[in-house]
């Protein structure tokens, strides 16, 4: 009996590091100002593992071994920014961003504003144009 309980007393220690948790998990939030960001795509460097963020600007990367890392996370019109992380075995970190827009700004003037003032100039043109052919008829 005793030989049975030493037997089982040391299966159970040598499938103790098997039970251990051996990675970390990261998981945040995707946002612009209160505005979640769906589809961000986030790249955890060095590890090729990808997520992307769900309607609510959630994601989540799991099974990440322990280690010093960058989390980039890109969006359509928006600055790609990265954060460093650091994953610990049996533990979540947790990284949110907060990514500027851009893309539909020219040199700080908005895409439609600068449509508008080419359209008025062009108008002007035109105008003057029309002006100058009927002075001289």
């Known amino acids: 009996m005793k030989q049975m309980i030493g037997c089982l007393f040391l299966a159970l220690v040598l499938q103790t590091p098997l039970w251990a948790a051996t990675t970390g998990k990261v998981m945040g939030m995707v946002t612009t100002g209160d505005s979640p ?6 790249t955890l460097k ?9 309607a609510e600007g959630r994601y ?4 990440v071994p322990p280690g ?8 359509a019109n928006h600055k790609t920014t990265e954060q460093p992380v ?3 075995s049996d533990f979540v970190s947790t990284v949110d961003f907060d990514l500027q827009k851009t893309g539909s ?8 504003t600068l449509a508008i003032i080419s359209i ?11 002006i100058k052919s009927r002075k001289q008829t």
Do not use: E
């Open 46 to 54: 060095g590890t090729g593992q990808n997520a992307t963020s769900d």
């Open 105 to 112: 700004r020219i040199h700080g003037i908005d895409f439609w």
């Open 120 to 130: 008025l100039i062009l108008l002007a043109l035109v105008s003057l144009r029309i």
């Open 37 to 42: 960001i769906a589809g961000a795509v986030l």
């Open 86 to 88: 650091q994953i610990q």
């Open 60 to 63: 989540v990367f799991l099974a």
């Open 68 to 75: 010093i890392y960058t989390l980039a996370a890109t969006a």
